[in-house]
């Protein structure tokens, strides 16, 4: 509460615009279950915007490249799903390139999350980039085993013929989406032909 004194937070999904707005609402709750609903000014607060008694705001905003530019004060850019963003990879770069224009000010933190789709886009180029400017986290299915994953469930998945096991569970980027050909295809054509 004191960190962010003053200063922004934004929220931008790579999916359903409802999605930021749903984040919004599950830290209004967070504060008003944990015994901080005095923090919240609820005359300013909306569905999709948080404001708190000590200046600090918290804002959704859709995965639009021109939606976040020009704000002040943040320190905390979060985008989730950011593999499943639903535009051209330009356009994904410019929702980078606007969100991270925004710390420059605060020196705050950028942090997207996401499950892999496909090799392409911010998420992928990010996590394949090879300087120290990211600190990448990398959570498998079985750290989440017996816990919110049943192992019956796992071996289900891990059997289905359609279902991209090593993308959805393992974190890796198994598929390149938009192709012609899918990757079980193309896997089993492989042949000798020399």
Request: a negative charge; proline letters at 4%.
């Amino acid at each position: 509460y004191g960190f962010t004194k003053g200063f922004q937070t934004v929220i931008i999904p790579g999916t359903r615009a409802d999605l930021s707005q749903r984040h919004v609402q599950e830290i209004r709750l967070l504060y008003e279950r944990g015994g901080y609903e005095e923090m919240i000014d609820k005359e300013k607060t909306l569905q999709d915007y948080l404001k708190l008694t000590n200046g600090s705001e918290i804002m959704a905003f859709p995965s639009k490249p021109s939606a976040s530019r020009g704000l002040q004060n943040v320190m905390l850019v979060f985008i989730d799903e950011a593999a499943a963003f639903n535009m051209r990879d330009d356009d994904q770069n410019e929702v980078l390139n606007a969100s991270e224009g925004n710390l420059a000010v605060s020196n705050g933190n950028f942090v997207m999350i996401s499950t892999p789709k496909g090799r392409r886009g911010i998420f992928y180029d990010v996590y394949m980039d090879k300087s120290d400017v990211w600190h990448k986290v990398h959570v498998p299915y079985n750290m989440a085993l017996n816990k919110t994953l049943s192992v019956e469930y796992v071996d289900q998945q891990k059997k289905s013929p359609i279902f991209d096991f090593p993308q959805e569970f393992m974190c890796q980027f198994s598929t390149v989406q938009n192709s012609v050909y899918h990757r079980t295809f193309l896997q089993n054509s492989k042949g000798d032909y020399n």
